[in-house]
């Protein structure tokens, strides 16, 4: 089955520990995202990467950390700087960095608490 | 004025009901207009894609853009319970994936 995996399904961390989120994609996609959604908000884009090792940031990345090593995978770091963390997180992927069409993981709810 | 204005909600109809879900924004180079359907603790999935003004239909949903009016709708027709979901719209300026602006999103449910 082709798709995007996000592992741990519910996190939960103590506040002012850093935490690391999974995502992994078999879709031989080139561009990956980390959105993160919170109630009543739209889907914000924290970090995008469009190729393998290069990375850009989004609109929210003060907090957050990326790396892309490997085209099937995008880490996403909260890091304690994070001033709150507690949110839905959504990672996505696209064919190319010039498609429209996004593809969304299952998401990982993190509590910080 | 924030660029994409969707309702939350929550909208409740009836098995059977045509509803009609909107988004209204204020950035005229918008171009591509999209729909995602998200259930409950689920990622969002792309349900409607249309470029510029006009309407796409597939199957029970109809997308409509209305490009003078700043005015996306999308309708669903004999609406059924597994509908359910709350429904983002996103719109960008270019091609470019990084360039998505998503509503808040709208909840519906469908009750049989």
Redesign the interface.
């Known amino acids: 089955d082709g798709g995007?995996t996000?592992s741990p399904k519910y996190l939960f961390r103590k506040e002012g520990q850093n935490v690391t989120l999974s995502c992994e994609q078999n879709l031989n996609h080139d561009?990956m995202?980390w959105y993160r959604q919170d109630p009543?908000?739209?889907?914000?884009?924290i970090y995008?990467s469009?190729i393998v090792n290069d990375f850009?940031k989004?609109d929210i990345a003060e907090g957050y950390s990326v790396s892309r090593e490997k085209k099937e995978s995008f880490p996403l770091t909260v890091t304690s700087a994070q001033k709150n963390p507690t949110a839905f997180y959504?990672c996505?992927s696209?064919i190319d960095?010039?498609?429209?069409?996004?593809?969304?993981?299952?998401?990982t709810?993190l509590t910080v608490t | 004025q924030k660029e994409v204005e969707q309702d939350p909600g929550p909208l409740s109809v009836p098995e059977g009901a045509i509803v009609s879900l909107n988004c209204t924004y204020s950035n005229s180079a918008f171009q591509y207009f999209m729909w995602y359907r998200q259930y409950s603790r689920k990622g969002p999935e792309l349900l409607m894609y249309t470029y510029s003004s006009g309407n796409k239909e597939d199957g029970r949903f109809t997308a409509q853009v209305d490009k003078s009016s700043k005015y996306i709708s999308l309708f669903i027709r004999d609406s059924q319970p597994s509908d359910s979901a709350t429904y983002l719209c996103a719109m960008s300026a270019n091609q470019a994936g990084t360039a998505l602006i998503f509503g808040k999103g709208t909840t519906l449910s469908v009750s049989s």
């Open positions: 995007i996000q561009a995202y009543g908000q739209g889907l914000r884009l995008y469009q850009q989004g959504l996505a696209s960095p010039e498609a429209y069409e996004q593809y969304f993981g299952p998401g709810r």
